[in-house]
Each structure stands twice: as structure tokens, then as C-alpha cells.
């Protein structure tokens, strides 16, 4: 099985990753309200480090 990663990206640019139809982040970060994701410029947008640390760890272990 392949697992997708998407972005949700906050109203002030806060950057997170979900993977396949999760409603919450890697990070536990709910995603409410709209998704600023292809609306905000990628300068704009400040990543969460947790999310992506997250998903070093499970593309290391071949998950990914």
C-alpha cells in the first residue's frame, strides 16, 4: 500500500502534512477551517518541523 502526503497550510501560513484521508497532521494539528495550501506563495508558508520529522521517520523505515 502507498501512502499519499498532503499539505494543509493555515491562514497564516503555518505548514503541516497529513498522509491518505486523515482528518488530523502527522502532527496531530487538526485541519480546520480552509486549506491556504495552492493559495499561499511557498516563501509564505513556515513547515512544521514535527510533520516532517515525522515523515523522515516513516519513509526511513520503508513505509512510504
Known amino acids: 500500500m502507498s501512502l499519499k502526503t498532503y499539505e494543509w497550510t493555515k491562514r497564516l501560513g503555518q505548514q503541516h502534512l497529513s498522509m ?3 482528518s488530523t ?4 494539528m487538526p485541519m480546520l477551517g480552509n486549506n491556504y495550501a495552492t493559495v ?3 516563501d509564505e508558508k513556515t513547515p512544521c518541523d514535527q510533520c516532517y520529522e515525522i ?5 526511513s ?3 512510504a
Open 61 to 63: 523505515h520503508g513505509e
Open 40 to 42: 499561499l506563495d511557498d
Open 55 to 59: 515523515l523522515e521517520g516513516i519513509a
Open 20 to 22: 491518505n484521508d486523515s
Open 25 to 28: 497532521t502527522l502532527c496531530g
